[in-house]
C-alpha cells in the first residue's frame, strides 16, 4: 500500500507539473497570436496619419507627445510621415501617451483627413534645395504636391520620363524648365506655370543669385 501511495503522489506531482508546463505554451502562444495580429493590423494601416490624428485630438504637441513617450520629436516626425516604423513596444507606448490601447489604435475609422497644415509637413533639407512634402504620405494618392526651395545656381534632382502629367508654379524668384527636348529651358518668373506630360526627363534650374520657391505636382506620384 506504501508503495501504492507513493506511486499516487508521484503521477499526481507529474499532473501537476504537465499542467503548469501547458499554462506556460498556451500563454506564449496566445501573447504571439495577440502580437501576430496586431502586426498584421499595423501593417494594413497608415501608422502615421492614426498617431498624427489622436495627437492632434489630445490636443499635443510633438514636444508634448515627445516627453510622455521618451521618444525624440524628430523621431515621431519620422513616424508621422511614414519614414520609419516603430517596433509593437514603441507603438503601445505611444497608444497609451495618447490615451487607448493597440486594439483601439488599429480600429478602422472612416474619418479621411483633408484639411493640412504646417504641422503635418515634413521638411527635408539637401544641398543646395529645401523640399516640403505638404502633404504626408501622399506616395499613395493619385497626385503628390511638393514645395521645393531652390538656393541661388542650384537645381532639382532629375525626374526621369513617366507615363503621368505634371504641373508648377512659381511662388518666388525665377527657374528653368530644362527637358530632353530644350535643353537651353524655358523661362519662368512669379507668377508662371507650367504643365508637362512626364514622357522625357526633366529637372528645375535656378540660374540666379537669389533663392526660388515653387509648387511642384506629380501624378503619378513621382518625386
Same mark, same amino acid.
Request: hydrophobic content about 35%; overall charge negative; some cysteine.
Given at each position: 500500500?506504501?508503495?501504492?501511495?507513493? #506511486?499516487?503522489?508521484?503521477?499526481?506531482?507529474?499532473? /501537476?507539473?504537465?499542467?503548469?508546463?501547458?499554462?506556460?505554451?498556451?500563454?506564449?502562444? @496566445?501573447?504571439?497570436?495577440?502580437?501576430? #495580429?496586431?502586426?498584421?493590423?499595423?501593417?494594413?494601416?497608415?501608422?502615421?496619419?492614426?498617431?498624427?490624428?489622436?495627437?492632434?485630438?489630445?490636443? +499635443?504637441?510633438?514636444?508634448?507627445?515627445?516627453?510622455?513617450?521618451?521618444?525624440?520629436?524628430?523621431?515621431?516626425?519620422?513616424? *508621422?510621415? &511614414?519614414?520609419?516604423?516603430?517596433?509593437?513596444?514603441?507603438?503601445?507606448?505611444?497608444?497609451?501617451?495618447?490615451?487607448?490601447? +493597440?486594439?483601439?489604435?488599429?480600429?478602422?475609422?472612416?474619418? *479621411?483627413?483633408?484639411?493640412?497644415?504646417?504641422?503635418?509637413?515634413?521638411?527635408?533639407?539637401?544641398?543646395?534645395?529645401?523640399?516640403?512634402?505638404?502633404? $504626408?504620405?501622399?506616395?499613395?494618392? *493619385?497626385?503628390?504636391?511638393?514645395?521645393?526651395?531652390?538656393?541661388? &545656381? /542650384?537645381?532639382?534632382?532629375?525626374?526621369?520620363?513617366?507615363?503621368?502629367?505634371?504641373?508648377?508654379?512659381?511662388?518666388?524668384?525665377?527657374?528653368?524648365?530644362?527637358?530632353?527636348?530644350?535643353?537651353?529651358?524655358n523661362l519662368l518668373r512669379k507668377g508662371d506655370s507650367f504643365y508637362i506630360r512626364?514622357?522625357?526627363?526633366?529637372?528645375?534650374?535656378?540660374?540666379?543669385?537669389? @533663392?526660388?520657391? #515653387?509648387?511642384?505636382?506629380?501624378?503619378? $506620384?513621382?518625386?
Amino acid at each position: 500500500m506504501k508503495s501504492l501511495e507513493t #506511486v499516487n503522489k508521484k503521477f499526481e506531482k507529474t499532473i /501537476a507539473t504537465f499542467h503548469g508546463i501547458c499554462i506556460i505554451i498556451f500563454g506564449f502562444i @496566445k501573447t504571439d497570436f495577440k502580437f501576430s #495580429v496586431a502586426k498584421q493590423r499595423r501593417d494594413m494601416i497608415d501608422i502615421g496619419h492614426r498617431i498624427r490624428q489622436l495627437r492632434y485630438k489630445n490636443d +499635443l504637441t510633438l514636444e508634448e507627445l515627445a516627453s510622455r513617450t521618451e521618444l525624440t520629436k524628430g523621431f515621431l516626425s519620422q513616424l *508621422e510621415n &511614414n519614414l520609419t516604423s516603430p517596433s509593437l513596444q514603441t507603438l503601445e507606448d505611444i497608444a497609451e501617451a495618447l490615451g487607448t490601447t +493597440l486594439s483601439r489604435f488599429f480600429a478602422v475609422e472612416n474619418d *479621411e483627413q483633408i484639411v493640412f497644415t504646417s504641422d503635418d509637413e515634413f521638411v527635408d533639407e539637401q544641398e543646395n534645395c529645401t523640399i516640403h512634402w505638404i502633404i $504626408p504620405n501622399a506616395q499613395k494618392n *493619385e497626385m503628390e504636391p511638393i514645395l521645393i526651395e531652390l538656393e541661388a &545656381n /542650384a537645381e532639382s534632382k532629375l525626374i526621369e520620363p513617366h507615363e503621368g502629367e505634371e504641373f508648377g508654379y512659381v511662388l518666388r524668384g525665377r527657374v528653368l524648365l530644362v527637358r530632353d527636348s530644350n535643353k537651353k529651358g524655358n523661362l519662368l518668373r512669379k507668377g508662371d506655370s507650367f504643365y508637362i506630360r512626364g514622357d522625357e526627363s526633366h529637372y528645375l534650374k535656378n540660374d540666379t543669385d537669389k @533663392k526660388a520657391v #515653387v509648387l511642384w505636382v506629380s501624378t503619378p $506620384p513621382e518625386f
